[in-house]
């Protein structure tokens, strides 16, 4: 079976690329790669297929872009059978004991299996512990498709590195890792990538290291994080502004720049469990990683807490105060919603006898419903708060004046009774100081 010609066959147009998994990952790259190459766009939510037909994105990843792009969209997996090189994009969540949650990949695995042709590359790039690749993936492949790997098809693995909602490390700008699981994939592999790749491709040796590079990087930053967040309850204590002391921290050559936060999505509050379960199954347990998931995984209820001392402190009832959260997706200026860590918030609030009325623009009501449970309230719809707590950083909140902010508030309280919690140390101090507003940061 030959594999070397893939890459001249999808730059004449006599072969097909495939994604499996249209999300903020999969969607992008087929929208990137249909500008060079035919592509099928398969996912098995057919509401998504039918939007991305009918020029709506949801992820907001290409905008307008979607209405021109030429991938044929479609939730009949049976078309992956006219591609000769699929890219999987599925998520991989983790359960709610913490432990890694394969089953959309192995559905997306089973799915590809089914409808396989012989000469084909598959590529996986959803998030994964090292080994998944070739010790879960390959065998269903294998069993659902009755083609030998290596033979009638091969496999390798490329670390999606998406950071949704952000325009400037885009998909063709970042360094994209690419691995194979012989040199005559991986040539091949990199080739393809490297269509769209301007940035280029940066090749790894064995598709274990691929999957490593994508955990290590993610569990990384989350400990980086972590280090500040500890830092910023500590400093809380101390009566010192996190926000100050990071400053100034940052003006010496090598400082990180990492600052306090809600650490949520579907990568850096969930890959560092994928690294770490893998351990533990080796025998070995995280001194840090985990650590640094506990700390961030703490910070929903620490603001919170904050909050309720703020009002306190007010002189109001919590329990009878008005409280409103501006944002609920996981970071800002984004639609994305998964795994977001002001759910903490609400949560913690609940508990005690708080329930929030929460707003985000950027977000899906009905995601945020299924989700969490949330019916989000539009902008014009707002009562007047007790409390404000600003969680994301969307540029609209980003931007409001101290005036603004005010407005949110019941008119009969005095600036002094207005509780304004910044979680993303939005606002300049002096602003806050000389607003006469009761204010906490992280």
Known sequence: MN????????????????????????????????????????????????????????????????????????????????????????????????????????????TVGENLSPGTIVVFESTVYPGVTEDICIPLIEQYSRL???????????????????RVHTLTSVVKVVSGMDEESSREIKKVYDIIIKAGTHPVSTIKTAEAVKVVENSQRDIN??????????????HIDTAEVIEGMNTKWNALGFRPGLVGGHCIGVDPYYLTNAAEKLGYHSQIILNGRKVNDSMGAYVADAAIKQMIEAGMAPKKAT???????????????????????????????????????????????????????????????????VAVGHKEYRSMSMMQLKKLFKPELSDSEKVLIDVKSLYRKDELEASGMRYWRL
């Open 148 to 166: 030998k790997c290596g033979v009638d098809w091969k496999i390798g693995y490329s670390p999606e590195r998406i950071n949704p909602g952000d």
């Open 225 to 238: 994080i972590a280090f500040v967040n500890e830092v910023a309850m500590m400093c809380d204590r101390m």
């Open 323 to 389: 409280v409103l959260i501006l944002g609920i997706t996981f970071k800002e200026n984004c639609p994305d919603t998964r795994n977001s860590k002001v759910a903490d918030i609400i949560n913690r609030l609940q508990e005690f006898e708080i329930d929030p009325v929460v707003a985000d623009s950027w977000a899906d009501s009905d995601v945020a419903k299924e989700a969490y449970g949330v019916d989000l309230v539009p902008a014009d719809d707002l009562p007047k708060a007790d409390c404000v707590i």
């Open 3 to 110: 594999f070397s010609n893939i890459y001249l066959e999808l730059i004449a147009g006599q072969a097909k690329l495939a994604l499996v998994g249209l999300g903020y990952v999969g969607m992008p790259i087929a929208v990137e790669f249909a500008k060079h190459v035919p592509v099928i766009g398969f996912d098995i939510n057919e509401k998504r297929i039918s939007e991305y037909r009918k020029g709506i994105d949801a992820t907001n990843e290409v905008g307008a872009a979607i209405a021109q792009t030429t991938v044929d969209f479609t939730a009949d997996a049976s078309r992956l059978k006219e591609a000769r090189f699929i890219i999987v994009a599925v998520p991989t969540p983790v359960n709610e004991d913490t432990t890694p949650d394969l089953r959309p990949i192995e559905g997306a695995a089973r």
